[in-house]
């Protein structure tokens, strides 16, 4: 049974990507590999500058995704370390699919060493997690009520039914959520951990940061993208929202296929070339340089836990 179970989520992931791949070639069909190679060359250097810009942006807001638990927990740790530790994690888990699972593994270890205990890296892990669930349910909100039309662009490749209503649905959630901190609901206390309800200082901070972490990542995109076409920044930043959570339910490894299948079907008045050479330097930018470096700073990490776990063992 153990073994049915550590198999089950990569299967998921590699049918996901197996589905997506063969419906992307369908939906590129007619596309030359020198097409895409002149879009890609045709992006400008400031769309580069701007580009490189939001992914800093959005890592900063990741960062911030721990720091804000630490604070709801009351742990105070360096914010290199905070940093390093939420750019590692998320690096690795956007990468490896399976991202609240990866992460949790990356967080473990280096929260540990700082002094928390598993049951504060649980709730530290499904804080990371909720705060990015708001964020996403705020700005696809937003995106609803801005942009209502925006649902018959997916209507080809995801089952997915909303309107204004659901807009205004989302909205009231977020309300509530917000109404809750500000009673103060009673922590609920289980055998392992207290789970207390967010301050309303951390709520408001929640509201602000997912969203700014969010539309960093689609800014990679959306300034990649050429002029010629492009619908805007609230329809790419809903496309992507889509497609990102797409990509995060199938469980493929950096969303292999998912993103690309989404926003080539949901950009129909784009050239797809122009659409993949822009989905190129997204997973560049936001996903294979992150990880490289991730790879580095967990070397770095677990060698210098060794040196001083083997420097305690002389002394």
């Known amino acids: 049974m153990k073994r049915l179970k550590a198999y089950f989520w990569p299967a998921v992931g590699l049918a996901a990507i197996v589905f997506s ?49 630490l604070d709801h927990l009351g742990h105070r740790i360096s914010i290199w370390f905070i940093t390093l530790c939420s750019f590692t994690t998320y690096a690795l888990s956007h990468n490896l699919g399976a991202s ?59 089952p997915i039914e909303m309107s204004l209503t659901t807009g205004g649905l989302l909205l009231t959630f977020i309300c509530l ?58 329809v790419i930043l809903g496309i992507f929202l889509a497609s990102f959570s797409a990509a995060l339910l199938s469980h493929a490894p950096g969303g292999l ?8 079907a949901a950009l129909p008045e784009m050239d797809p070339a122009d659409v993949l050479a822009a989905l190129a330097i997204f997973r560049l930018l936001y996903l294979l340089i992150p990880f490289v470096l991730a790879l580095v700073v967990i070397f770095v990490f677990e060698h210098s836990r060794f040196l001083e776990q083997r420097d305690a063992k002389g002394s």
């Open 257 to 264: 296929g998912v993103l690309e299948l989404v926003f080539i």
């Open 21 to 69: 791949v063969r419906a992307l070639i369908h939906e590129l069909r007619g596309l030359s590999l020198n097409e895409f190679i002149a879009s890609f060359q045709a992006i400008s250097v400031e769309s580069w500058v701007l580009a490189i810009a939001a992914t800093l942006v959005a890592y900063a807001a990741l960062a911030a995704y721990d720091k804000l638990a």
């Open 177 to 234: 959520y917000i109404l809750g901190s500000r009673v103060g609901l009673r922590p609920l206390r289980t055998r392992w951990f207290q789970l207390h309800y967010p301050r309303p200082s951390i709520v408001v901070r929640q509201l602000v940061i997912a969203p700014v972490e969010l539309i960093g990542a689609a800014g990679i995109i959306y300034f990649a993208l050429p002029e010629a076409g492009n619908p805007g920044f609230v």
């Open 100 to 158: 609240v699972f990866s992460g949790a593994v990356v967080r473990y270890r280096a929260y540990r060493s700082k002094g928390l205990t598993p049951g504060e890296i649980g709730i530290l892990v499904a804080f990371c997690s909720f705060t990015f669930t708001l964020g996403t349910l705020m700005l696809s909100a937003i995106v609803l009520l801005a942009k209502p039309d925006i649902i018959e662009r997916f209507a080809e490749v995801l």
